[in-house]
């Protein structure tokens, strides 16, 4: 009977392997013609994926039917892999969008159609790879992007695509080998082995993929690592490696990211037009966008319309960039928000903690409802987007955009300081004035429910300063004008801004720095504005007043409304009143505006900072983000020990650290006097210069920099020494003594006393700390002219008495430098 039965199975056997032989070449077609498809679809969708399908061969199917026969008595029609494909990517991102091919081109078999991460719980990791079980669908191939024509001989069999990543397929193919081919069971240690690798290496995968998205990100912003120069000089060789490679669309498409990351509309429009018939998404999206952005004044114009038909090009399904879905949005905004809204859904939904789609969203939604109701339910995905956002300004991707989409995200969540905080950093990264405009107008939009927004007219009014600032523009500055204080006459320059601590909490601490202002003020002429009641900072700001009522104009910003308990300084020569309800950055933000409408570039400005709370870190960072002189005392505490550890400033070009010392802040306030005439500044300068070298003499190396000669000195050390020329009349004028011109004969000589050497020695190494933290000079452990760092950088007080030796000895020269261009020092009656 067992022999009859194994005679029946091997008969049986035997017809099903013949009759498999003779359908095979149908199958060796269909796998060819599949390869074409998914190599010509893995072009577009993971450029580097490797492509593999074959038809069963006769032997694999002979081992199957045998090991599988109570499960297939049909074989040939029933087992669904007699041709198999695969598609191996890198990503998993990549396996998406090859899914969503295949869902789109093909017959699917879905019963049998197996997505193994589904199986899966949440708690469990392991193998993850899809297995469609498809079938050619008639009439679709070919198609603009897959040029390949489908036998008839192939329609209605049977394939099975695996789509996994590479690490996936290192595993699924061990685990194939060794445990599904095995002709025993595997023991169960070996079994939980091949379950750990697979929890271990979907972690890594994932890692990879974050890894790979963050760079390519990277990459494609190039601002973050390249200066506009470099960007330039980029374009021109690509152009030329272009030129011997016309038809490189990928090379073509990176010369046009350069030319958007430089605003070059027209440049990126040259480059990428030729190349719209290799369909190639990225270029129909950025030549789309780069369209709009050109032709953005006229919405109905014809290469507008060109622009968002590219866009809409590069959106077609499957489409899985939330980036483009997101601009083609943008060119309906404003014109049928409807529809725009729609278009910002869908690539919120690809991607939904994308802040450019996101924020963009829920404009829409709050704009159309004009109602913010929807923001308490969607408060989580917001807060997840202003993470997103963090994390791209931490590696310096997507600027100043990361910046702008944070503002909006945190107005709308009822944060204003955090909001205006993210907009002032916005404005200090912008470099296109399109940038500050996009911006401004979504905040216009935003006004239909400004009173529920704490903050929206903050945001609106520096978005408006900072364009008039950095872009300036007629009818923006006109704007600006609109919104000076009325009434009041224009500030006249040079112009120094004190903020800090005025809370009762700090009023003592506060006071120990009176000596410190009235002396870093004593040779200030000029304007002086500060908060105009008499807490705080700002009662200081009142007791400088009254100490130069003649050299200096202080200037008060207080609301219209001020707490009770505060009262207004009278000492003040001027008080502003702003529409505010209490104090807040509208102040600040009003006194930016009087400046700018009265001509006063934030360039000229400079603003000394101790200690503060939320209004004076705000302070700090709207002048910074304007472009002025930030310099705070290190050690105040609070607000500026909050920004002298903020990532996004602390390293800012603008912002200084000033030891507590008198003279540093006396220098660094400076005394608005111009400076001396060129050849007479050049001329002292050198003999400064001459003198030093002969004082250092042996002390340094003689390859030290600083000691070349004047005509090999690097410029900053000449700027320095031209610098302290400037600043000789200062000192004298501090010991009663004035400078005057000898029309002939010898210069009378003098000797200063010690007392007098001390006082000028003291004035002079301020001075010089203060010019060279302007220069970009920091404290180090080393004096290094090539990264700028000395250890001298400190107050007086804590100068080496040797080291003071050195200041001393160079003013009790000033007589010789000055007598040396016919200048001679005289005593005061």
Not at 418 to 430: G, I, M
Request: proline residues 6%; neutral net charge.
């Amino acid at each position: 009977m067992a022999d009859s039965t194994q005679e029946a199975d091997l008969r049986w056997a035997c017809e099903q392997i013949e009759k498999y032989r003779a359908t095979r070449p149908r199958y060796v077609t269909f796998a060819q013609t599949l390869r074409q498809v998914l190599e010509q679809a893995a072009r577009r969708y993971a450029p580097e994926a490797i492509v593999q399908t074959r038809a069963k061969s006769i032997a694999s199917f002979a081992e199957k039917i045998q090991r599988k026969k109570a499960k297939y008595r049909d074989p040939v029609n029933q087992i669904t892999d007699l041709c198999g494909g695969r598609v191996i990517t890198h990503t998993p991102e990549e396996v998406k969008a090859i899914c969503a091919f295949i869902e789109q081109h093909f017959d699917v078999d879905r019963a049998n159609t197996i997505d193994v991460s589904q199986r899966l719980k949440p708690t469990e990791f392991g193998y993850r790879s899809v297995h469609y079980i498809v079938q050619f669908r008639p009439g679709i191939f070919p198609t603009k992007d897959i040029n390949v024509a489908i036998p008839q001989e192939v329609l209605g069999l049977k394939a099975e695509i695996q789509v996994r990543t590479i690490l996936e397929h290192a595993w699924a193919d061990f685990n194939h080998r060794l445990v599904y081919k095995s002709p025993f069971p595997v023991p169960a240690r070996w079994q939980r082995e091949f379950a750990g690798l697979a929890a271990m290496l979907e972690r890594v995968d994932n890692a990879f993929a974050a890894i790979e998205a963050g760079l390519k990100t990277y990459a494609a912003n190039y601002g973050a690592y390249m200066s506009e120069e470099q960007m330039r000089e980029e374009m021109a060789l690509l152009e030329t490696v272009l030129a011997c490679d016309p038809q490189n669309a990928e090379l073509a498409h990176r010369i046009g990211k350069l030319a958007i990351a430089l605003g070059d509309w027209p440049k990126a429009i040259e480059v990428l037009s030729p190349y719209v018939p290799s369909g190639y998404p990225p270029i129909l999206r950025d030549l789309g966008v780069a369209l709009c952005k050109q032709h953005r004044a006229d919405p109905e114009s014809p290469p507008y319309r060109q622009g968002r038909a590219y866009l809409e090009a590069a959106c077609a399904p499957p489409c899985t960039d939330a980036d483009a879905l997101a601009s083609l949005a943008g060119t309906w905004k404003g014109i049928d928000d409807r529809k725009a809204k729609e278009y910002y859904r869908q690539a919120f939904e690809l991607d939904p903690t994308d802040p450019y789609p996101f924020g963009n969203y829920l404009e829409c939604e709050i704009v159309e409802s004009k109602d913010i109701s929807v923001v308490r339910l969607l408060t989580p995905a917001i807060q997840a987007a202003i993470r997103r956002c963090r994390d791209q300004a931490d590696v310096g991707v997507n600027l100043p955009w990361a910046f702008y989409d944070m503002g909006k995200l945190y107005l709308l969540l009822g944060k204003p300081y955090e909001s205006l905080t993210a907009y002032a950093r916005a404005v200090r990264l912008s470099t296109k004035e399109w940038m500050v405009e996009t911006s401004l107008r979504s905040l216009d939009r935003l006004s239909v429910v400004e009173e529920a927004l704490p903050g929206h007219e903050w945001a609106r009014r520096l978005l408006l300063l900072g364009w008039g600032v950095k872009f300036p523009h007629p009818a923006v500055l006109e704007q600006v004008s609109r919104l000076a204080s009325p009434g009041h006459p224009a500030v006249a320059g040079p112009v120094v801004i004190l903020s800090g601590g005025c809370d009762a909490s700090v009023e003592q601490e506060m006071q120990t720095y009176r000596r410190l202002l009235r002396e870093g003020f004593r040779d200030f002429r000029g304007t002086l504005i500060c908060g105009g009641t008499m807490a705080g900072i700002s009662g200081l700001a009142g007791e400088v007043q009254q100490a130069y009522p003649a050299a200096i104009r202080t200037i008060g910003y207080i609301p219209q409304v001020i707490p009770a308990g505060v009262t207004v300084d009278e000492r003040y020569g001027e008080i502003r009143r702003t529409t505010g309800h209490d104090f807040s950055p509208l102040e600040a933000l009003q006194y930016w505006t009087d400046l700018v409408a009265s001509g006063i570039s934030p360039e000229q400005v400079r603003l000394l900072g101790i200690n503060g709370g939320a209004i004076a870190a705000a302070e700090y960072r709207l002048a910074l983000a304007l472009g002025a002189r930030v310099a705070v005392i290190e050690g105040s505490g609070r607000a500026v020990a909050q920004l002298l550890a903020d990532e996004d400033w602390h390293t800012s070009s603008r912002l200084l650290r000033l030891p507590a010392d008198a003279m540093t802040v006396r220098a660094f306030i400076g005394s608005g006097n111009p400076r001396l005439e060129p050849e007479l500044r050049e001329s002292l300068g050198r003999a400064i210069h001459e003198a030093f070298r002969q004082l250092q003499a042996g002390r340094r190396a003689s390859e030290d920099p600083s000691l070349a000669e004047w005509n090999a000195l690097l410029e900053n050390l000449k700027e320095s020494n031209r610098q302290q020329a400037d600043h000789m009349a200062e000192k004298l004028r501090q010991i009663g003594c004035t400078v005057h011109r000898v029309a002939s004969g010898q210069v009378s000589p003098i000797t200063f006393t010690e007392s007098e050497v001390e006082v000028m020695a003291e004035m002079e190494h301020g001075r010089w700390v203060a010019e060279r933290l302007l220069d970009g000079w920091t404290r180090g452990e080393k004096r290094d002219v090539y990264r700028k760092t000395n250890p001298y950088l400190v107050p007086w007080s804590a100068l080496p008495d040797d080291v003071k030796e050195w200041d001393r000895e160079t003013v009790r020269r000033i007589p010789e430098f000055l007598a040396k261009v016919g200048l001679e020092i005289r005593r005061q009656a």
